[in-house]
Nanobody
Framework: QVQLVESGGGLVQAGGSLRLSCAAS????????IGWYRQAPGRQRELVAV???????HYADSVKGRFTISRDYTKNTVYLQMNSLKPEDTAVYYC??????????WGQGTQVTVSS
């Protein structure tokens, strides 16, 4: 499996910004998809944003216009820029990558807490 290490979570006031990073142990060039999910207490894990090998991006409706996913092939890292954060964005954010031969891998998660 691929190791994914998230960073950048923390506590921020509503309206603020955070940038999450996910560093992969191997090249992300060949990943089928790579992206971010989140899970709030008592809720199911949900897709936040994903980017495909071809560069197509998909966002959850709840974050469109506020979050941006991007990647840096030279650093094998994918980012999630989160702006205009809301208390309902509070969750553990997980990095997810799918490779055709290696399957699906998850990071350990990073906590994002947005105070009102």
């Amino acid at each position: 499996q691929v190791q994914l290490v998230e960073s950048g979570g923390g506590l921020v006031q509503a309206g603020g910004s955070l940038r999450l990073s996910c560093a992969a142990s191997i090249s992300i060039v060949s990943s089928k998809t790579i992206g971010w999910y989140r899970q709030a207490p008592g809720r199911q894990r949900e897709l936040v944003a994903v980017i495909t090998r071809g560069g197509f991006t998909h966002y959850a409706d709840s974050v469109k216009g506020r979050f941006t996913i991007s990647r840096d092939y030279t650093k094998n890292t994918v980012y999630l820029q989160m702006n205009s954060l809301k208390p309902e964005d509070t969750a553990v954010y997980y990095c997810n990558a799918e490779y055709i031969l290696l399957g699906i891998s998850w990071g350990q998660g990073t906590q994002v807490t947005v105070s009102s």
